[in-house]
C-alpha cells in the first residue's frame, strides 16, 4: 500500500481551503421548485438595481434559540445573502447577538426588535429565555423594523416592501369603497388586514372624495346616488379602480336571491362594460356543504365557480402563477366597443358554464344542467379596462361580477383569491412591482373538468381495463408456466 507523503497532505490541506474561499466568494443556489419559490424574484433584483445609496441590513439573532426556529433561521440567512449579492455592493448585512453584548441588546431594543420569551432544552431541562430574531433596515436617515421573524414564507415581500417604501419616502394609500364600514369589518377583515402591511387604508365616505393610491369598490349594485357619483369622480380622475359587483343579492344564510336594480349599473356603459343580469354556473365547480336533517353533506354546486389555471390570463403580470380562483354567485362581464378604450380580459369560465336569467332559487336541488348544448359556452367574469371618456378624461378599471369571492369565509380557503386581488393591488400602486413574490407560496392547483367523453372513457377503463388487465396477466403466467413444465419434462425423458 502506497503510504501518504507529508506533501500530499498539505497540498490537499490547501486544496479544500482553496475550494471553501471560492465557493463562499462566488455563493449561488440551484432553485429547482416549479415557482422558483427559493430564489429572489425579478421584482426585488429590479428594486436592488435600482439603490442609489447604501441600504444597511442588521439582524439581531439570539444563539441560543428553539430546535423549531433554527431552519427558519438558516432560510432568513440565505435570503439575506441573497440580496446582498444581487445588490451589487449597495446592502449591507450584520448579524448580531444581543445576548453577547448590552450594547447589542440596548440597540436591538431602542430599534424596535422585541424580545420573546423562548422555550429551550438544555441537559434534559426544559428553561425559559429570552431571545431576539429582528432584522432591522436602514436608509440614509430612515428605517423599517421587523420586530420578530416567525416564518420565511413571507420574508422577501415584506423585505422588498420596505425597501421600496425607505427609497420611495411616503406611504401608499387604498381607499374602500362599500355600501357599509360595518359591513367591511364583518365580512373582509383579512383583506383590510392584508392591505394594512402595505399600506394605509382608508374607508371612503359617500360624500367627500378622499386622495388614494387605489380604490376598491365593492357591492356595488347597493351604492346610494351620492355613492355611486363619489365612485364615477374617482374612475374619472384616473386612480385605478377595482369594481367588484354581482346583479345578484343574496340575503345572509339563505339561497334564494334578487336582483339588485338595474339603475345601479348603468353609468358603467360610459366605460365600455355592463354587468349582466345573471348567475352563471359551471360544471367546473367547487363542493360546497349543506346540511341535512342528520348530517353535513358536500355536494358539487354549480354556481360555485372554480375558475382553473387554463381560463386564467397569466401574461397579465399580477395574475402570473395564480393556478385557481374560485368565484360565488357570480355575474359575467359584458364589454362592448367603446371608443379608446382596451379591454384585457382576465379570466373566464370553462365552456361548459350556463347562465340562469330567470330562476333565483339557488338550492342545488332545483339546479339542473341544461340539456341542449348551445346552452353551454365560455363566460367573462373579469375584466381590466383602460381607455378616455369622449370629455378626454383617462380611467384605468379592474372589473369583476363578484363581490363574495375576497369575503373572509371564502379567502380563509381559497387563498389564490386574495392574492390575485392583493397582487393587482401592488401592480397599480406600486407601479407593477411585488406582484411576483405572492405566487411562490403554495397556491391550490384543481383538477381540470373533463369532457363527457373523456370521463366515459376513463369510467369504462377502470371497470373494464383493470379485470381485462389481470385476465391477460393470468392467461400469459399460466402459458409461460405451461411451457416452463413441458421443457423440464423434455429434459427427463
Not at 367573462?380 to 363574495?404: A, E, H, P, Q
Request: charged share 25%; glycine share 6%; with cysteine.
Amino acid at each position: 500500500m502506497k503510504r501518504i507523503s507529508g506533501w500530499d497532505l498539505i497540498y490537499f490541506i490547501v486544496l479544500v481551503f482553496v475550494v471553501n474561499f471560492v465557493s463562499a466568494a462566488l455563493y449561488t443556489r440551484i432553485d429547482l421548485t416549479e415557482n422558483k419559490k427559493y430564489s429572489l424574484s425579478h421584482s426585488t433584483r429590479k428594486i436592488l438595481k435600482s439603490l442609489d445609496d447604501i441600504v444597511r441590513i442588521k439582524v439581531f439573532v439570539s444563539s441560543r434559540l428553539p430546535k423549531e426556529l433554527l431552519p427558519i433561521k438558516q432560510d432568513v440567512m440565505d435570503l439575506l445573502e441573497e440580496y446582498r449579492q444581487a445588490s451589487g455592493g449597495k446592502i449591507k448585512l450584520e448579524v448580531l447577538d444581543p445576548s453577547k453584548s448590552k450594547d447589542i441588546e440596548i440597540e436591538a431594543t431602542s430599534s424596535g426588535v422585541v424580545p420573546v420569551q423562548m422555550n429551550v432544552y438544555e441537559k434534559d431541562q426544559l428553561k425559559v429565555i429570552k431571545g431576539y430574531f429582528g432584522i432591522v433596515v436602514s436608509y440614509r436617515d430612515k428605517k423599517e423594523v421587523i420586530p420578530f421573524i416567525k416564518n420565511a414564507a413571507n420574508l422577501e415581500y415584506e423585505l422588498t416592501y420596505r425597501l421600496l417604501r425607505l427609497t420611495r419616502g411616503h406611504e401608499l394609500k387604498i381607499g374602500l369603497l362599500f355600501p357599509s364600514s360595518y359591513a367591511v369589518h364583518k365580512n373582509y377583515s383579512k383583506l383590510v388586514d392584508m392591505l394594512r402591511k402595505t399600506y394605509e387604508v382608508v374607508f371612503v365616505p359617500d360624500t367627500e372624495f378622499i386622495p388614494c393610491d387605489v380604490l376598491i369598490a365593492g357591492g356595488v349594485g347597493e351604492f346610494k346616488d351620492t355613492t355611486l357619483s363619489i365612485l364615477k369622480s374617482y374612475i374619472e380622475k384616473d386612480v385605478p379602480t377595482f369594481v367588484f359587483a354581482s346583479r345578484i343579492k343574496l340575503p345572509e344564510n339563505s339561497l334564494f336571491g334578487r336582483a339588485l336594480p338595474d339603475d345601479r349599473f348603468l353609468p358603467f356603459k360610459k366605460y365600455g362594460f355592463v354587468i349582466r343580469k345573471n348567475i352563471v354556473m359551471d360544471r367546473s365547480c367547487e363542493l360546497a356543504p349543506f346540511k341535512t336533517q342528520f348530517f353535513v353533506v358536500e355536494r358539487p354546486y354549480y354556481p360555485w365557480l372554480r375558475i382553473i389555471a387554463d381560463n386564467i390570463n397569466h401574461k397579465f403580470k399580477p395574475l402570473k402563477g395564480i393556478k385557481m380562483l374560485m368565484l360565488p354567485w357570480a355575474s359575467s362581464v359584458d364589454t362592448f366597443k367603446t371608443e379608446g378604450a382596451k379591454f384585457t380580459p382576465l379570466f373566464t369560465t370553462t365552456q361548459y358554464a350556463w347562465e340562469d336569467t330567470l330562476g333565483m332559487i339557488l338550492s342545488p336541488d332545483y339546479i339542473n344542467i341544461p340539456k341542449d348544448r348551445e346552452a353551454f359556452h365560455k363566460f367573462l367574469m373579469g375584466v381590466k379596462i383602460d381607455g378616455t371618456t369622449k370629455d378626454g378624461k383617462n380611467y384605468r378599471l379592474v372589473v369583476i361580477g363578484n363581490t363574495d369571492f375576497i369575503k373572509d369565509k371564502f379567502v380563509g380557503v381559497y387563498t389564490s383569491n386574495l392574492v390575485a386581488v392583493l397582487n393587482m393591488v401592488d401592480y397599480y400602486a406600486l407601479g407593477g412591482g411585488l406582484s411576483d413574490i405572492r405566487v411562490k407560496e403554495g397556491l391550490i392547483r384543481p383538477i381540470r373538468p373533463l369532457a363527457d367523453n373523456t370521463r366515459m372513457l376513463i369510467k369504462y377503463i377502470n371497470i373494464i381495463g383493470a379485470p381485462l388487465l389481470i385476465i391477460l396477466f393470468g392467461i400469459v403466467y399460466n402459458v409461460r408456466r405451461k411451457n416452463k413444465l413441458n421443457r423440464i419434462k423434455e429434459e427427463f425423458k
